[in-house]
């Protein structure tokens, strides 16, 4: 069964630093592209990184130099590691695998994990 | 980077009503487009890929159209499970901008 747990979220404080952790089961991330994506309060999804099978990593503007998406295949995880946090930056936070298909290639994120909060106020 | 427009942001219908939300690409994105359903508390879920291909699972009164920058979510005839929030995400190359969100309510 194809399950993603998502976990390291809390609370920290503009400009401080949080590393979430997604953990697979069920399939390799290694094999897949894997992203993560928010919901900031009053607002709605925000896609926010991916990383691509091969390694090739991607991000939105609004966390670029500041966010670092990877992975451990021995642990089957993927992270984010999130730097100057600012309070825009709070909200619940997803990690999703990207479908791929055969004949059709990658598409939308078919499993989601539970998500985890990440709060930045002093 | 791609912007994706979605209309309406709310709307009220009533169990049975044929509801259609429309999303709106920048430019072409060639039917790189997705759907979700996300409720408050629960992790978003994929209805249907490739502007047109419906998830295993999905019930077939949600239907997906469109083509170019022009993409419609239609669902034929609501039931009381599917008041909800509704996303559109383009997936032609990164970032893979969300639209807005349509907020589906009971009338």
């Known amino acids: 069964e194809v399950q993603l747990v998502d976990s390291g979220g809390g609370l920290v404080q503009p400009g401080g630093s949080l590393r979430l952790s997604c953990a697979a089961s069920g399939f390799s991330v290694s094999n897949n592209y894997m992203g993560w994506v928010r919901q900031t309060p009053g607002k709605g999804l925000e896609w926010v990184s991916v990383?691509?099978?091969?390694?090739?990593?991607y991000y939105a503007e609004s966390v670029k130099g500041r966010f670092t998406i990877s992975r451990d295949n021995s642990k089957n995880t993927v992270y984010l590691e999130m730097n100057s946090l600012r309070p825009e930056d709070t909200g619940v936070y997803y990690c999703?695998?990207?479908?791929?298909?055969?004949?059709?290639?990658?598409?939308?994120?078919?499993?989601w994990g539970q998500g985890t909060l990440v709060t930045v106020s002093s | 980077d791609i912007d994706m427009t979605q209309s309406p942001s709310s709307l009220s219908a009533s169990v049975g009503d044929r509801v259609s939300i429309t999303c709106r690409a920048s430019?072409?994105?060639?039917?790189?487009l997705a759907w979700y359903q996300h409720k408050p508390g629960k992790a978003p879920k994929l209805l249907v890929y490739?502007?047109?291909r419906l998830e295993t699972g999905v019930p077939s009164r949600f239907s997906g159209s469109g083509s170019g920058t022009d993409y419609t979510l239609t669902i034929s005839s609501l039931q009381p499970e599917d008041f909800a929030t509704y996303y559109c995400?383009?997936?032609?190359?990164?970032?893979?901008?969300f639209g807005q969100g349509t907020k589906v309510e009971i009338k």
């Open positions: 999703a695998r990207q479908q791929w298909l055969v004949m059709l290639g990658p598409n939308g994120f078919d499993y």
């Open positions: 995400q383009h997936y032609f190359s990164p970032p893979y901008t």
């Open positions: 430019q072409g994105i060639s039917d790189s």
């Open positions: 490739d502007a047109s």
């Open positions: 990383m691509y099978s091969g390694g090739d990593t």
